[in-house]
């Protein structure tokens, strides 16, 4: 049994194809600045020797279609056809409250998904295009994986950033105070100096009658 997980990102996708059997990862890579001028494919051969190929991807479709090209091509490929694929596995970041563990895609479960694209803005939709991007070409159970923790991390994220807001305000309320009582014992001090200098000093009036 083959599966092939990808974790496809606002501008990459990562894969791994596994082979259950034999219990190893016979290819893997990723792609890298989709949307950008020179993207590319890196991937590793099962020999262990890295490769670069270099192709205009513009959005998460092509990049897809690359990599399942690439892993049935007769010169780098690590399977003769699509049809050993039995199962593509997807990272999903966020599925807000509804998914904490690995769930088969359904159209329901998909639209739910989509429905969390708020949450995670930049990579949600990026998922959900190589969910697609899959269905496209390949016909096979697709099940998606919320990483473990997601929403404590977002949760202490947020608390970590409402810290530091409510840090940077006592800092800054601080540094306005020490300011004000420093320049109160600046005048005080020139005042005293002041009054010292006069103190002995008498003003005297000259009339002419």
Known sequence: MKILVLNCGSSSI???????DRKEVIAQGGIEKIGLKDSFLKF??????????????PEHTVGVEFILNTLTSPEYGAIKSLDEINAVGHRMVHGGEKFSESVRLTPEVLAAFTACNDLAPLH???NLKGV???????ETPK????????????LLTKIAEININIYSIIVYILIRFLKAVNQRNQISQCDKRTRSKHKDKHTVFFRND
């Open 143 to 154: 099940k998606g994986q919320i990483p473990r923790n997601c929403d404590n991390t977002m």
């Open 14 to 20: 990562k894969y791994k194809l596994f082979d259950m």
């Open 132 to 138: 697609n991007a899959v269905s496209t070409f390949l």
């Open 44 to 57: 590793t051969l099962p020999s262990g020797e890295k490769k670069v190929l270099e192709k205009d991807i």
């Open 124 to 126: 949600n939709p990026a």
